[in-house]
């Protein structure tokens, strides 16, 4: 019996020798990866397009943008860590800045195509406004990811703040669709939820987790990095896509009008909230390749995602703002035409921006001070 137990002893010492050893090698290798990616949006095939002329400049933002981490905000769920770069600047508020002095603060609430995923500071559509309006200081509350129902929490949450709120601007769709319309999605949910959850666990079970960690973490990790980098590609300045997940709107007219009704509905509590204080509110359909006829034939076919869904969802939030809304604007065509604008499924150049400011500037314009009106 002893000559058994010491067999099995070193069989043991053996096993967890070589697992200690794979995991000290994974971590590294993990660790390797994790540096290289420093610089590696500098890389980003979308750079290659014709919608870039400058080719160091688009190369400068992705090289940054891929540096960005998120940080924890209460009810919003996330913000952007302060980042000082070249291309980007994001302040000790998670917000990106706008250069550019003003006085009536006007805050723009979006996703990643108001944050301005793809151009520098002063190319994204709240400093295109910013010039277009003078006396305005345009306030970038966009973040990567989230869907109308955090845009309305995060107006919450600046409400509940001492800043003065001049006008405020919803800008979205595309996220609301992107995000919640694979099947099994809630509509109340963000594409976070699966992490968070994870974390949740993984923090009741950390006593548990520390052997484990010990033993298989950098293993786990590098397969899990591994997986990602083959299988879980996505453009930068979208969520990551749900992408075992089949979708839905397309087929499901059900989850369609739920989607299009939930948009509509963060919109419409956002406006009675400051109605109630007096400040004016736009809610703006923004644009998306798959939807009119802009030019997107130089884009990869990978780039035209969940094309269905969004033809399935648009057109129930269109017939929505057509009911008489005059704080809704609808502009998920006004890139239509022959210019090269989008870069992917959503994102857009800095002529997008512009386009797209100028036509926000004009609803806003009778909506704030008279000095306000002209340039």
């Not at 910013?130 to 990811?145: L, P």
């Not at 703040?161 to 405020?168: I, L, M, Y």
């Not at 666990?201 to 520390?210: G, L």
């Not at 129930?316 to 090269?340: E, F, T, Y």
Request: charged share 20%; net charge neutral.
């Amino acid at each position: 019996m002893s000559r058994f137990l010491k067999t099995a002893a070193i069989n043991l010492a053996l096993f967890l020798g070589l697992a200690l050893a794979l995991n000290l090698v994974s971590a590294v290798i993990v660790i390797v990866l994790k540096l290289t990616e420093a610089n590696a949006g500098a890389d980003d095939p979308r750079i290659s397009l014709p919608v870039f002329a400058d080719k160091q400049k688009a190369r400068s933002f992705f090289s940054e943008f891929s540096r960005l981490r998120a940080q924890y905000v209460p009810y919003e769920e996330w913000r952007y860590e302060p980042f000082n770069g070249e291309a980007i600047h994001v302040g000790e508020n998670g917000l990106r800045n706008t250069p550019g002095p003003g006085r009536w603060p006007v805050h723009f609430f979006g996703a990643s195509t108001m944050w301005g995923a793809g151009v520098w500071d002063d190319e994204t559509i709240p400093a295109f406004v910013q010039r277009q309006m003078s006396g305005v200081t345009a306030v970038n509350h966009g973040q990567n990811g989230v869907v109308s129902r955090q845009q309305l929490e995060a107006l919450l949450n600046l409400l509940n703040s001492p800043e003065r709120v001049d006008a405020v601007v919803f800008y979205g769709g595309i996220n609301d669709v992107y995000v919640l319309c694979p099947a099994g999605s809630s509509v109340n949910g963000h594409y976070q939820v699966p992490e968070m959850v994870k974390a949740m666990h993984q923090y009741r079970e950390r006593h548990w987790r520390i052997l484990r960690d010990i033993l298989f973490g950098g293993t786990e990790e590098l397969a899990h990095t591994l997986r990602k980098k083959l299988f879980g590609k996505k453009p930068d300045g979208a969520p990551q896509a749900q992408v075992d997940k089949p979708n839905s709107c397309a087929n499901d007219p059900e989850q369609a009008r739920r989607v299009a009704d939930t948009l509509w509905s963060n919109w419409i509590a956002a406006r009675g909230v400051l109605a109630a204080r007096g400040v004016p509110f736009l809610a703006v359909l923004e644009p998306v390749a798959s939807i009119g006829d802009p030019n997107t034939t130089y884009l990869p076919p990978d780039a035209k995602l969940m094309v269905d869904d969004y033809r399935a969802v648009y057109p129930l939030i269109r017939d929505k703002m057509a009911g008489g809304a005059d704080w809704a604007l609808d502009l998920s065509q006004a890139l239509d035409g022959n210019d090269p604008i989008f870069m992917d499924c959503c994102h857009i150049t800095a002529k997008g921006n512009e386009i797209i400011a100028r036509r926000l500037a004009d609803r806003l314009r009778p909506l704030l001070p008279a000095g306000d009106r002209q340039k």
